[in-house]
């Protein structure tokens, strides 16, 4: 487990020409009980690794659909506490790799030293911070690399040259396209800007680069994937998996 | 208490000790250093203050009265009470100093649409006004529940020109207007500014909107030096994000021998969970971008606040703040819903002035403090705005009280 885990899951992915799949799914929202089936089916499915977002309060990066699975995930009860004692549980028995995303405030309230040594016992392959910029990474990056935990970075559509290059520079696991200028939420079309920018990351990044924020459809993820090396999908898993759709999810997954 | 002398808070990373800071997604990185950027070089612009000055003067009113409250004095027998007439700036309040700064700085910044989150109304309304002065489009977010509690300021706003959007997420109040005014801007970042309307959010925000405010405590500062050719013992205003706050205390932090207190909205009591008095029941945490103490659960889910003043109504508190109650130079300190109601009505009576009820909460903690003091002392009050806005609230609440 770990970044390394991580790594070698897209890894496995990308040489065999095929484009990596990371859907994002709300732990708890549909009650933690489920988290195992789910994160199994996506597996299955053939997911090549799991966003897993912890609720917060105020997610000030994410639209309607994810702030409402926060609701729901936080009516249930659910902490990053409780997340990461159920990750501990089946670890053994999970091989998707699992990459974490909160927002700083939980994890610094958790206490952050502790974070890191609780992800490695849960086997958590990554973390995503929305919140924590390059100017405020060091709060966490050295306990989290320190753990041999890949600490994903995120670039945006507004990011100038000399921070694309710092953040690719930077970046473990992957780099984390976001490629609206906005929150998450699924869009029908993209920016053509857009096709450029993955191109810019592209060429700096030693990581893969994988598109997120707005897809929601496999005609997406394939427009977007010709330009870097797959899409993270959330707010559309998220709100399918409420539906109780998962057949769509399977459709969304394969098809992309 | 260390010695805050010279005070040059904040560093160049945003921070205030540790507090502070730029907690935002890479977004709005890009805009935050541009604003920054703009900031530093129109301050050092003669033009810019020229026209900041001229705005403030023959536009907002300024400078506004310190009056010295004689009668409020003789009822409490002690010490000499003096009232900063902020509630006399156009629109009602101190929000507008702040406003009309961040609307100049949006022009020269070559951008033409505002966005801003609201509370009570104050900071709405002081947005869509000067958006009308200088032709800037607006959206003002704002919390169902405080439209509810402050409908005129929203028919203000939309006289005004502005458009106003409620918020039903989480509390419907100020800290998710918040939340949606910083999704709004992430959104349109690109022709957008976003005039946040306290000490509060990332960096620079808490500095610029710290800087516009100054005007209050540097005008107090030479108007009761030219009153009594010394410098007050205390000052006394109220905190919610705490800009009117801030703006009267910063040209006071280095003059030692002046007592500084602020003083939050304590609600049904701070022994409740119902109350937003964030410094002085808070923990330290990230909220907007800032690092600062806030009203959270032990999982850090941010709780939501409770005050009868909408306008204090917010589970965090501006950066500036925490480092000013951990070094011990400000006492913060809380008076509840009820204690504000019963300052609210005293003040009307004795003076002929009604103020706010965020201000109500400074004028009742002002009232204890003329206990602790004497005739040869004296203290200024940060009105910091005027309570026409709150007169049915006030009203059905002292009915409400009588029924019940």
């Known amino acids: 487990m770990g970044k390394h885990y991580l790594e070698k899951a897209f890894n496995d992915k990308l040489s065999a020409n095929e484009k990596i799949f990371v859907p994002y799914i709300m732990a708890g929202d549909g009650g933690l009980d489920s988290l195992e089936e789910r994160l199994r089916f996506l597996q299955e499915c053939g997911a090549t690794a799991v966003e897993l977002g912890i609720p917060f309060s105020d997610p000030v990066a994410d639209g309607p659909t994810i702030q409402d699975a926060g609701v729901r995930a936080l009516a249930n009860g659910t902490t990053l506490h409780s997340v990461i004692e159920r990750l501990e549980q089946f670890k053994a028995e999970r091989t998707i790799p699992i990459i974490l995303m909160t927002y700083i405030n939980p994890i610094f309230i958790y206490g952050i030293e502790r974070f890191a040594s609780d992800c490695v016992k849960a086997g958590v392959d990554g973390v995503i911070v929305p919140d924590l910029p390059l100017e405020e990474e060091a709060m966490i990056a050295d306990y989290i690399q320190d753990k041999e935990i890949a600490l994903i970075r995120l670039a945006a559509l507004t990011s100038p040259e000399e921070r694309i290059v710092e953040i690719a520079e930077r970046t473990e696991g992957f780099l984390y396209a976001v490629s609206v200028t906005g929150i998450t939420g699924a869009r029908t079309s993209h920016q053509t800007e857009v096709k450029s920018y993955l191109q810019k990351l592209k060429q700096h990044a030693h990581a893969p680069v994988l598109a997120g924020f707005g897809v929601s459809n496999p005609k997406q993820a394939q427009e977007l994937g010709a330009y870097c090396d797959g899409v993270v999908v959330g707010s559309k898993i998220v709100d399918l998996f409420h539906q109780g759709n998962t057949e769509e999810i399977k459709k969304l997954i394969q098809e992309s | ?404």
């Open chain 2, 1 to 404: 208490m260390i010695t805050l002398k010279p005070y040059t808070m904040p560093n160049t990373k945003g921070r205030y000790g540790k507090f502070g800071g730029k907690f935002v997604p890479e977004l709005l990185m890009p805009a935050l250093i541009e604003l920054e950027e703009a900031y530093e070089k129109a301050i050092k612009d003669p033009e810019f203050i020229n026209q900041l000055n001229y705005y403030l003067k023959q536009y907002v009113g300024r400078e506004t009265p310190l009056y010295y409250a004689e009668n409020l004095t003789k009822q409490l027998g002690g010490p000499k009470i003096y009232l900063k007439r902020e509630d006399l700036n156009h629109t009602g309040a101190h929000k507008i100093n702040n406003t009309v700064g961040q609307a100049l700085l949006t022009l020269r910044m070559g951008k033409r649409k505002v966005v801003a989150e609201t509370g009570a109304g104050q900071h709405g309304v002081a947005t869509a006004t000067v958006c009308a002065l200088l032709g800037l489009d607006c959206v003002v977010f704002m919390g169902e529940e405080d439209i509810r509690r402050q409908k005129l300021n929203v028919f203000r706003m939309e006289l005004l020109g502005a458009e106003v959007r409620s918020v039903s997420q989480g509390s419907g109040t100020l800290k998710d207007a918040v939340n949606e005014a910083l999704r709004y801007w992430a959104s349109h970042v690109t022709d957008t500014h976003y005039i946040i309307g306290s000490v509060v959010g990332p960096h620079p925000f808490p500095k610029i909107v710290r800087d516009f405010q100054t005007v209050i405590g540097e005008e107090t500062k030479k108007q009761f030096y030219e009153q009594n050719e010394t410098l007050p013992d205390a000052v006394v205003a109220c905190v919610g994000g705490g800009s009117n706050a801030m703006g009267m205390f910063y040209p006071f932090v280095q003059d030692e021998d002046v007592a500084l207190y602020g003083v939050e909205a304590g609600g049904a009591g701070i022994d409740t969970t119902k109350h937003a008095a964030t410094l002085t029941d808070g923990k330290v945490g990230v909220l907007h971008g800032t690092m600062t103490h806030l009203l959270q659960d032990e999982d850090g889910q941010i709780q939501e606040a409770f005050s009868i003043s909408a306008g204090l109504d917010y589970p965090g508190v501006g950066p500036e703040h925490s480092y000013l109650h951990d070094t011990s130079r400000v006492t913060y300190t809380s008076i509840t819903d009820k204690e504000a109601l019963d300052a609210f009505q005293f003040l009307s009576k004795t003076e002929g002035i009604i103020p706010a009820l965020e201000s109500a909460h400074a004028v009742a903690y002002a009232l204890k403090l003329a206990k602790e003091m004497n005739g040869n002392q004296s203290f200024v009050i940060c009105l910091s705005g005027r309570g026409d806005k709150d007169v049915e609230q006030v009203k059905a609440a002292l009915e409400g009280n009588k029924n019940g």
